[in-house]
């Protein structure tokens, strides 16, 4: 039951849509368009990155995620019942982020390399139950094979081809799901290799990368199945003076070989715009995947707030009429705090942005800026920042039947008490 009366919301936002309307927006549109704007949630987020292995090396490759908060998930059940619980309480209709480390084995040790769709059935079999599509990744860090600090692009022929294999097995799967679930699996690929000094061969490894993706990409699948993407890094920890899958790498490689283009915001110099890139993307790529994230100095993968740099990003986008064009991701996992509300706070921060850009009067700032008075523009801008957007959004979880305002969070407390904490309890803690 809402603290908030139904009555109060259908007010508000009865006011907020005179307010937009008077503005050529209209709200209705932008609560049916938020209705079909998915966003694929980590699973990652869920059991810091740990996955369900029995004989991997641990996190690696800059990834890390911190904090010791009581109620990781610690099965793949576990997990999913997470993942439920936070799916109610995020209005729309969303999509599940698997990495290949999340396969479950029934207690069988099975390389990397030799993963099949079968070892995904029960997130597959669940995520048809709850009508959700599913996106995947295969995971080339954590693993004894990653120790060097190179996968893909490793000098070491035995250690590249295993990464290769993995890499093919993945998008094979990654093909499956996409055919069983009848939408788009989105595979994102992303390689940790680099130094931690100064190379002397930096075109070598390079070479070696594009190789190993050419092999990986031989075999052609159907886009209605298998959308392919790779994602480019700054640097991580370990690897701070050269990172092979550069920004400038990935772009070629993907430009020049149809490939989706993932920008994920940590992955960039701090002062580097995100949205500015998008505009410049799409005037020579099909679409783009975003990764929602919020990096602190670097790219830590803090839970996503509605900052200025989320903001920017779904504007553009708006601007860009690219919604159709655009696969939204979060990537985040914080470690320290309850993890349900993690993924609840950092998904409908990511909600309310693309809402905010959804009813963003675009065509008045058009205007301005095409006569050329850039006084208005600036105006227009700073008034767009007060307006009652907090109505709509009531109404669109109203609607979509989630907790408004701040009642999620005691339910997420709740869940914490009555599962998350007796999980620690089960371990002898």
């Known amino acids: 039951m809402s603290s908030i009366s139904e009555a109060s919301i259908r007010q508000a936002y009865s006011w907020a849509r005179e307010r937009y309307d008077a503005l050529g927006v209209n709200t209705e549109t932008a609560l049916a368009n938020m209705a079909k704007q998915p966003i694929s949630l980590h699973c990652w987020q869920g059991d810091d990155v740990r996955g369900f292995e029995t004989d991997a090396g641990g996190t690696s490759g800059g990834i890390l995620s911190t904090g010791s908060y009581p109620g ?56 048809k139950k709850l009508g959700v599509g599913v996106d995947f990744n295969p995971s080339c860090f954590g693993h004894p094979m990653a120790a060097s600090g190179f996968t893909i692009s490793s000098a070491d022929e035995h250690v590249r081809q295993f990464w290769v294999r993995h890499v093919e ?36 490894f390079r070479q070696r990368m594009k190789d190993a993706l050419d092999a990986v990409f031989a075999t052609k699948y159907d886009r209605e199945h298998l959308i392919d993407v790779l994602e480019s890094k700054l640097f991580g920890i370990g690897v701070e003076s050269y990172t092979v899958g550069s920004h400038e790498f990935v772009m070629g490689y993907g430009l020049k070989n149809n490939l989706t283009i993932c920008y994920d915001m940590g992955h960039f110099h701090p002062t580097e715009s995100v949205a500015d890139k998008i505009s410049a993307t799409l005037l020579f790529a099909e ?35 690219a919604f159709n064009r655009i696969y939204f991701a979060l990537d985040f996992f914080d470690g320290s705090i309850n993890r349900i509300m993690a993924w609840v706070t950092g998904t409908r921060a990511a909600q309310k942005a693309l809402l905010i850009a959804m009813l963003e009067p675009t065509h008045l700032l058009r205007e301005a800026e095409s006569a050329g008075d850039y006084g208005r523009r600036l105006a227009l801008l700073e008034e767009c920042k007060t307006l009652p957007f907090a109505a709509v959004w009531d109404m669109f979880c109203l609607q979509s039947g989630v907790p408004v305002g701040t009642d999620w969070v005691d339910l997420a407390g709740t869940y914490e008490r009555e599962v998350l904490r007796k999980r620690v309890q089960g371990a002898g803690l």
């Open 169 to 204: 097995v993945c998008r094979a799967i990654s093909a499956d799901i996409g055919k069983e679930m009848g939408s788009p699996c989105v595979m994102n690929i992303w390689f940790p290799d680099g130094m931690k000094d100064q190379p002397a061969d930096r075109l070598g």
């Open 72 to 127: 990781a998930a610690r099965t793949g059940d576990e997990l999913r019942a997470d993942y439920e619980k936070a799916l109610s309480l995020i209005p729309g209709k969303h999509r599940v982020n698997l990495h290949a480390i999340y396969a479950e084995t029934d207690g069988v040790s099975v390389p990397r390399d030799q993963l099949k769709t079968e070892h995904f059935r029960k997130w597959i079999d669940w995520a």
């Open 287 to 321: 679409d783009l995947l975003l990764h929602v994230s919020r990096p602190v100095r670097w790219d830590s993968d803090h839970v996503v707030i509605l900052n200025d740099d989320l903001l920017a990003l779904a504007q553009e986008v708006k601007r860009c009429d």
